[in-house]
C-alpha cells in the first residue's frame, strides 16, 4: 500500500512570503503530525490532527498552522517567512494517535 | 510526555550486536517507548515499541527495564547499512499528550567494517 506522501519535495521562498505543504497519509489511517527539522534543532513537533481536529500542539509561533480535511489528507501552512523557517518538514501518519508512526520524506524549504 | 536522553553517537564492527540505551526516566504508565531510525534525512522509520515487556522482531530486540526507566534497543547483526541516527520516543496511548511525539538528538550509530 501506498506510504505517507508529501509534496512539494523541495522549495524555495524569500522571506515574508507564505508556504503551504501537503501530506497524504497511508489509507485507513486518522493521524497526521507534522515535525520541523533542523541541524541545530533536531526533530521538533508542530502539531497533530486527528479526524479532523488539532489535538495537539507543540511551542511554534502562531505563523505555523495546519489543518486536515475529511480524506484525512493534511496541510501545514508558514506565514510571513523567516530564515530560521528553512528546515524539512516532515509529516507522519498512524492509525490512531498512539499507534506507530509513519512518516514521508519530507519537504525542504529554503527561505532566502 | 517523557523526555528520553541518548548517547550522541557510538560505533560498533560490523556483524556485531549494537547495544544503544536509551533513558527515559520520567516515563508514565501509559507510554509506550518506541525506536525509530533515520537515515541522510530521510523520514524516520519505525523499528520497534513496547510497553513493559522486552520485544522481537525482523529488525531489532527491545529490553526494557522492570522499572521502566531506561531501555536498550538491540540490532544483533549490525551491517554498514545500519548507519543512521536512532532515535528513542516515549509516545502517549492517551491522555493530553496523545499523538504529541517528543524526539531528543537521538544517537548517531556508525557500523564500521
Known amino acids: 500500500k501506498a506510504g505517507v506522501t508529501q509534496t512539494p519535495r523541495y522549495l524555495i521562498k524569500t522571506r515574508g512570503q507564505q508556504v503551504t505543504l501537503s501530506c497524504s497519509p497511508i489509507s485507513g489511517h486518522r493521524s497526521v503530525s507534522w515535525y520541523q527539522q533542523t541541524p541545530g534543532q533536531g526533530l521538533q513537533f508542530l502539531f497533530e490532527y486527528f479526524s479532523e481536529t488539532q489535538r495537539n500542539k507543540g511551542n511554534f509561533p502562531g505563523r505555523f498552522s495546519g489543518r486536515q480535511f475529511s480524506n484525512s489528507r493534511s496541510e501545514m501552512n508558514v506565514s510571513t517567512l523567516e530564515l530560521g523557517d528553512s528546515a524539512l518538514y516532515l509529516c507522519?501518519?498512524?492509525?490512531?494517535?498512539?499507534?506507530?508512526?509513519?512518516f514521508g520524506e519530507g519537504s525542504r524549504l529554503t527561505v532566502l | 510526555d517523557a523526555k528520553t536522553t541518548q548517547p550522541t553517537s557510538m560505533d560498533c564492527a560490523e556483524g556485531r550486536a549494537a547495544n544503544l540505551p536509551c533513558n527515559h526516566s520520567t516515563i508514565s504508565g501509559n507510554e509506550y517507548v518506541y525506536w525509530y531510525r533515520q537515515i541522510h534525512s530521510q523520514g524516520p522509520q519505525y523499528i520497534i515499541h513496547g510497553l513493559k515487556n522486552n520485544e522481537t522482531n525482523e529488525m531489532a530486540s527491545l529490553i526494557i527495564t522492570e522499572d521502566r526507566k531506561s531501555s536498550t534497543l538491540i540490532l544483533p547483526h549490525a551491517t554498514l547499512r545500519d548507519t543512521a541516527v536512532y532515535y528513542c520516543i516515549a509516545r502517549s496511548r492517551g491522555g493530553y499528550n496523545a499523538g504529541k511525539s517528543t524526539f531528543g538528538d537521538g544517537t548517531t550509530l556508525t557500523v564500521k567494517p
Open positions: 507522519a501518519s498512524s492509525l490512531a494517535s498512539y499507534g506507530e508512526l509513519f
